[in-house]
């Protein structure tokens, strides 16, 4: 289930309505264009051509007779020919084989990369990625996907720069693809996919992307993707160029390091994570509006003492480029809790080796392995790798870490999740083939940032000399850490084919491709009962499976669902009532279903009746907008018929039904007793709403409400749990009280959370007791534990985390505290500034802020200029974006950022040198790009401060000047002690 923000209706209409939206049930979030994970607990939902932009897009393309299915059942392949996308699995369990090839129309809603004939591969981790860090707007290059470049040295790459194809000239020509024409609008104006098919035996989709690339250089683009089930990839590229000299590449991304041996690369999924108390993979995944910045699985390290005992270590050198957190003291111990998702993971630390550390102390699960790490080295070095274990079981484990007589550091966790794949190279004979690290092409990249952001691997493989066609062959097989070597592969060279032979599974396997010509070849499989002996298929033949069947004609006959467009124009915000009310009574059940909808939010009240004879459509989802509308214009005449509505056989029906009796706010003990029962339904999100409604609806519950409220509190749906602790809180149900201690020691963060604040509300003694035991003793979740205080309001309780290890937590403590004017809390958080964890003192400078002390501006202003590491430099610079851009306090953020570029030119001529830093000189753009924006002045040209000292002292005159001068008008926020900024 994809927890989506906004209302609980919006959330509950997601997981009805998920059982249409089958297709892309992504086994990772880093696929392309995939937003979720799967295992057990979550399901990616994916409509059409990605994620879900709009809610009411479920709700127009939701069909109540399509039948609800179970995973297993749904198909293992789908093709989608509009946008070229073709997916593939082995299975649907967690350790699935999932591929994607694509070569279509770009994805709207973003600028489109240039990745016809891309491809990604995935098995208990990203094995096959796209290099998709975005640096200097390099991401959407082709050298950046898995797909085939061609050097023009005199092209300019054209790149797409929005949904519209507005375009943009790059700095960098990679050889790839461009949108060299302006008429490139529609989806078969570029790469297509010109034929598919799919058995049990092996699936094949050839696509030609020759469109996609200027044609002053490529004559012919065609790759041909073959899926030998259940772990071999074959990829067959016939590309000719205009010109032989016009150098041919063939590049594919990986996570890890590869190795290359005997013609061979081999490389694991592994995730990189930081040590920091903030635990986060080294790649935040961002597709669309989802970011999952934590990996499955893990939890945040656990430092002792680590606001006092621990600091953060920088490393900018010839020999490594990162950060390492380390001890300030010895005997400090660092706790890592995980679950291996698969089983037979590999655990390893990254860390450094000085004079000053010792020995390190590993122990998993309460000393079942053990070990020692030796990070004492006269000589310091960085970047050490140490493998810990093994061969991990499946399941929850816990890691310690401590140095009982030394100081200890740690850059990162790399954690290896179990897939491996090898990859061969067949054609071209002779292929010259390397591996790049990083990102070079962007500019910015650091060679030696082998643990941090940047770090991706790419195979480029190029022909032995020039010529003006090529082929390409490789084999990829997909497995296990424990596969210790590539199984043997025989190419075939006969005439005008290239091929390839190999056993598996009791299969003899012979695949051959055509080098020119038609694009096909044949297949043919002997063996394990198997026998297949045909020409590839040269059509589209798409899977049938009657869920998506339906799903796409709906999608080829409404192209796109807003209000503007002929199915539900003259319904929009702007729309009459008499027009709404007609609508109302239309045969199109949508026109119906929007007309609702739309009448509710405009606040109709002369439509009520009208809504009412419209919970009775025919259709469930009419009904259910009608609820919605009825509940959103709190029709007391609408409780009798919604009150009957929760007996509906349809659960969307009994869920509005039950939300919108919650907001008319009708009091009644038949109503009362009609939603107590509704917390027996067997939908989870009915019981949710029902919840809900008796907690705005009952100020005094009676022994059957309260018994059913505790009852729900202790199932194992964690919304519906927590929603009925919610109410029991408000309730102050002395009855309660053993279940929510219960639920707020258990797993869940929701009800943890929900439990501590219930508990606060009751303010009895033994809740108070249990309370200062779990914040004082950290029993619970740290974010619970603030929860219960902050809603306790008891400053004891709050004082009590101002010693909390987790920095965000203690911060929001210690800020509340402050705007009580509590001094010590505002000692604190001053004190905070002076923290070397940045986000420490940006959280800091910032709850400063809100309660009326600007001195912390100062500091942001600083770490926006000097932090080396931008994406935390960036950090710094949004707090001050958003104190001059969004509350428009301006005079403040120019006076800290004046003073710190000051502060920057004096450090130059003290240590006589502009740029021991390679981003140096794109920090100061930024500040004074900063600078221009509050004040309309330009004074900055960074090759002349670079090379003279009298522009660098002009350039700190005319802001010292313009301050004196003008600084004063700058328009300047007042806030107050305790308050919020206006």
């Keep these: 289930m994809v927890h989506f923000t906004g209302n609980r209706f919006t959330q509950h209409l997601v997981n009805r309505y998920r059982r249409y939206c089958v297709w892309e049930y992504a086994p990772n979030p880093g696929a392309y264009g995939y937003h979720e994970e799967l295992d057990p607990k979550h399901l990616g939902l994916g409509y059409w051509r990605g994620g879900v932009h709009n809610i009411y897009r479920l709700i127009l393309w939701y069909d109540p007779s399509l039948p609800e299915r179970p995973l297993s059942d749904l198909p293992k392949t789908a093709f989608y020919p509009v946008w070229g996308h073709a997916c593939m699995r082995n299975t649907w369990n967690d350790d699935a084989i999932f591929a994607v090839f694509k070569c279509g129309w770009f994805q709207g809603g973003e600028p489109p990369h240039h990745d016809d004939g891309t491809f990604v591969i995935y098995h208990k981790g990203n094995l096959v990625l796209d290099n998709n860090w975005n640096f200097n707007g390099c991401n959407a290059h082709s050298v950046n996907q898995n797909t085939i470049t061609v050097l023009d040295p005199d092209e300019t790459i054209m790149l797409a720069s929005g949904r519209d194809i507005g375009r943009r000239r790059s700095r960098l020509n990679d050889g790839g693809q461009s949108f060299y024409d302006r008429k490139q609008t529609g989806p078969y104006d570029r790469g297509k996919v010109v034929a598919f098919e799919g058995n049990p035996q092996f699936l094949y989709v050839a696509g030609d992307a020759t469109k996609s690339y200027h044609p002053d250089k490529m004559k012919e683009f065609v790759r041909q993707f073959v899926y030998v089930k259940p772990n071999i990839f074959l990829i067959f590229d016939r590309v000719e160029s205009t010109k032989a000299e016009f150098e041919k590449r063939f590049v594919m991304h990986t996570h890890t390091e590869p190795l290359v041996a005997d013609g061979v690369l081999r490389a694991d999924a592994s995730e990189l994570l930081l040590a920091g108390p903030d635990l986060k993979a080294v790649y935040p995944y961002k597709y669309g509006n989802y970011i999952r910045e934590n990996v499955p699985g893990f939890h945040q390290p656990k430092y002792e003492r680590f ?39 590999e655990m390893a630390v990254v860390h450094n080796v000085g004079p000053q550390y010792g020995a390190v102390q590993w122990s998993l699960d309460a000393g079942k392995k053990k070990g020692v790490i030796d990070q004492h080295a006269a000589t310091p070095a960085f970047q050490q790798r140490n493998v810990l274990m093994r061969g991990l079981a499946k399941g929850k484990h816990t890691l310690t870490l401590v140095a009982p007589t ?37 500019g910015g990249y ?63 396997c012979r695949f051959v491709f055509n080098r020119t010509g038609e694009v096909g070849g044949r297949v043919t499989i002997r063996g394990g009962g198997v026998r297949v002996d045909r020409r590839f298929t040269q059509v589209l033949n798409t899977p049938r499976d009657e869920t998506l069947e339906a799903s796409l004609v709906k999608a080829r006959n409404v192209r796109r669902y807003d209000y503007e467009t002929h199915q539900l124009r003259g319904l929009g915000p702007e729309a009459d009532v008499a027009t709404l009310r007609k609508a109302l009574k239309e045969p199109k059940w949508y026109r119906r279903y929007h007309a609702a909808r739309m009448l509710g939010m405009n606040g109709v009240r002369q439509a009520e009746n009208d809504l009412i004879t419209a919970l009775s459509d025919d259709d469930p989802r009419v009904g259910s907008a009608a609820a919605e509308a009825l509940g959103r214009l709190k029709s007391s005449t609408a409780v009798p018929p919604l009150t009957k509505q929760l007996s509906s056989p349809d659960a969307t029906a009994r869920f509005t039904a039950a939300w919108a009796l919650g907001r008319i706010g009708t009091r009644g003990d038949a109503i009362v007793r009609t939603l107590t029962r509704t917390l027996g339904d067997e939908d989870p999100f009915v019981v949710y709403a029902a919840g809900d409604a008796l907690g705005r609806l009952t100020r005094k519950a009676d022994a059957e409400t309260v018994a059913a409220l505790i009852k729900v509190a202790g199932t194992k749906d964690h919304l519906a749990a927590a929603k009925a602790a919610e109410v029991l809180g408000d309730l102050k149900q002395v009855e ?20 501590a604040r219930a508990l606060a509300k009751m303010n009895r003694p033994e809740t108070t007791a249990f309370l200062r035991e779990y914040i004082t003793q950290g029993r619970g979740e740290a974010v619970a534990r603030l929860a219960a205080a902050r809603t306790s309001g008891r400053v004891e309780l709050m004082r009590a985390l101002m010693n909390e290890p987790e920095v965000r937590v203690r911060q929001k403590a210690v800020f509340e505290l402050a705007r009580k004017g509590d001094r010590p809390a505002l000692d604190r958080l001053r004190s905070d500034l002076k923290s070397e964890d940045l986000g420490t003192r940006h959280g800091a400078a910032w709850a400063l802020y809100r309660v009326g002390d600007k001195s912390g501006l100062i500091v942001l202003a600083r770490d926006r ?35 710190a570029v000051i502060e920057f030119i004096d450090e130059v001529e003290a240590r006589g040198t502009t740029s021991e830093q390679p981003t140096t000189g794109r920090s100061l753009n930024f500040i004074h790009l900063h600078l221009t924006k509050c004040t309309g002045k330009k004074f900055f040209n960074w090759p002349k401060f670079k090379a003279s000292k009298q522009a660098r002292e002009q350039l700190k005159q005319r802001w010292l000047t313009y301050w004196e001068q003008e600084g004063k008008d700058l328009p300047e926020v007042p806030v107050k002690l305790g308050s919020k900024p206006e």
């Design 736 to 755: 309660a009280v053993p279940v929510l201690e219960k639920l707020a020691l258990g797993a869940d963060t929701s009800e943890r959370i929900a439990a």
């Design 406 to 442: 030394s100081l200890m550091n740690i850059e990162v966790f790399e954690v290896r999740l179990g897939g491996r794949m090898f990859v061969k190279t067949l054609l071209p004979e002779n292929a010259k083939i390397n591996v790049v690290e990083g990102y070079p092409e962007s």
């Design 307 to 345: 606001e006092t005992d621990w600091h953060t270590i920088e490393h900018v050198g010839d020999e490594a480029f990162g950060s390492v957190v380390a001890s300030k003291a010895p005997n400090r111990k660092v706790t890592l809790e995980f679950e291996c998702r698969f089983g037979d993971e």
């Design 446 to 508: 650091q060679p030696r940032d082998r643990y941090g952001v940047k770090r991706r691997y790419r195979l480029e493989v190029r022909p032995p000399k020039a010529s003006r066609r090529d082929c390409f062959l490789h084999v990829i097989q997909v497995g296990d850490l424990k596969t210790p070597k590539m199984m043997d592969v025989t190419t075939i060279a006969e005439d005008d084919v290239s091929g390839v032979v190999l056993d598996m599974d009791g299969r003899r």
């Design 865 to 899: 200029l000097k932090v080396q590491q931008w994406s935390l430099a960036d950090s710094a610079g949004n707090y001050l974006n958003y104190i001059d851009g969004v509350l428009g306090d301006k005079r403040p953020v120019v006076k800290a950022l004046v003073d």
